[in-house]
């Protein structure tokens, strides 16, 4: 995919949504549709622990912290821009001891040890990301998913109807010209990027508010108990 090496810097990408900041939430047309299709199969209520990286705003963390995790469970947030941190943190700011939100540099590496959390949530980050990021993504989140842990993703997508993929390819067209313009985002397919051997598809679908596709993903970790990995021989 050509797209990929036109990607916005971690230091472009901290600049680009440290100005853009709670603009982001101006988004919701075509995003939130999206989340609750994410949030409708995500199966939080039995989620005691989640980790989203790219929280921007907190829009996501606080949703699902009101009103779909049980009373007990814990966030984790992580973005690279301190704006967007800040914005998290004023969200959140009612849940003290169950919610947290930390800074990054960019790196592709979760602060969680191995097995920690039951959910791991991203949504329209990946699509910022270079290709081998996004592996490096797909790497993590397997590493720190607990057995049964779900990997929740939502994405620009490339289409489902006729106008949809219209919508993507003229937004791929402007990504190509300058990936500040859809700031930094373009259409892609993440679910390329889930290789059979290792996730579980438990749920796929494209929703399309306004023409503009959104891929929304909910996967399992085949080295669950459920899902053992086949031992080599
Ligand atoms: C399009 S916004 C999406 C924000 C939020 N997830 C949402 O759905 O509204 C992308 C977010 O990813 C963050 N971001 C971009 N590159 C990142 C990286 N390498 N590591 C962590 N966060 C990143 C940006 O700062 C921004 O908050």
Redesign the pocket.
């Given at each position: 995919m050509a797209d990929t090496d036109n990607v916005l810097t971690?230091a472009e990408?901290?600049a680009y949504?440290d100005r853009f900041g709670k603009k982001?939430?101006s988004?919701g047309f075509y995003?939130d549709p999206a989340?609750d299709e994410l949030i409708a199969h995500g199966d939080f209520a039995n989620a005691r622990s989640v980790f989203?990286?790219?929280?921007?705003?907190g829009?996501?963390a606080q949703r699902l912290l009101a009103g779909h995790l049980p009373a007990e469970a814990r966030y984790l947030g992580?973005?690279?821009?301190p704006v967007?941190l800040d914005l998290t943190r004023q969200r959140l700011a009612a849940y003290p001891r169950r919610a947290q939100a930390a800074l990054?540099d960019?790196t592709?590496e979760f602060p969680l040890k191995d097995q920690s959390v039951d959910r791991v949530v991203?949504?329209?980050?990946l699509d910022?990301?270079s290709q081998k990021?996004i592996h490096c993504f797909f790497t993590e989140a397997r590493r720190v998913l607990k057995p049964d842990g779900l990997l929740c993703l939502?994405s620009l997508g490339k289409g489902s109807n006729r106008r949809s993929r219209l919508v993507a390819s003229v937004w791929s067209a402007l990504f190509r010209l300058n990936p500040a313009i859809v700031?930094?985002?373009r259409p892609m397919q993440l679910i390329a990027f889930a290789d059979r051997e290792n996730w579980q598809i438990l749920h796929q679908a494209v929703v399309t508010p306004f023409g503009v596709p959104s891929e929304v993903l909910v996967l399992q970790n085949k080295s669950s108990p459920h899902h053992p990995v086949a031992a080599v021989t």
């Open positions: 971690p990408a901290q949504y982001q939430d988004q995003e989340l989203e990286f790219g929280c921007g705003t829009k996501l992580c973005d690279i821009s967007m990054t960019g592709i991203c949504c329209y980050v910022l990301l990021d939502a700031g930094g985002c």
